[in-house]
């Protein structure tokens, strides 16, 4: 895309788009309609897929005689949805409501997301240790514990799934480097 910039960019969610990829791509290209195929039509999805960056999205039922029109909405900044999404897109901005996690981020204790929010914040585990005044062996395992819940191989997926959706964190902020004593 850095010579030719599309009209439209089309991507599978079935297939398990990355948000931050798709962020990116919205953030440097904030014209270029970003339209998810294949989307589960349920107000946390649409929610979560229009923070990501997507201007648009194409649900798991529309046929593909429809596909063209429903790409030709988006271009012309028109999304068809169902009264219940609309109704729904309306109370959460009103609400400011966040999306439902995915995975078993629900599942995280308090401890948890507050390891969570430190590694979001791209501290190691010796540097959680001493904020939270745990050892290194419990911040590990907690490190563990919130990746096995979250669904996720790596602490870098955490990072990133923090900063995409910080709300999953407890709001732990990490101290400066002069405040921890002598």
Known sequence: MRTTVPDLVLIDVTQGADVVDVRAIAVEWPELPLVALGLVEQRQQV???????????ISRDTGTDSLCSALDDVMAGRQK???????????????????APSGDEDA???RERE???LVG???????????LDLS???????VHNLLDKMKLQ????AMRRVRDAPWL?????????GSHGS
């Open 169 to 177: 964190s407890s709001s732990v902020r990490a101290k400066t480097a």
């Open 154 to 157: 790596r602490r870098a997926q």
């Open 47 to 57: 929610i979560r897929c229009g923070r990501a960056g997507f201007l648009g999205y």
């Open 136 to 142: 290194v062996a419990t911040v590990k395992h907690h």
């Open 108 to 110: 995280l204790t308090r």
């Open 121 to 131: 914040q791209g501290l190691s585990n010796k540097e959680i240790a001493r904020e």
């Open 115 to 117: 390891v969570l929010g």
């Open 81 to 99: 949805c169902s009264a219940e999404i609309s109704s729904g897109l309306l109370r959460a901005l009103f609400h400011g409501e966040k999306p």
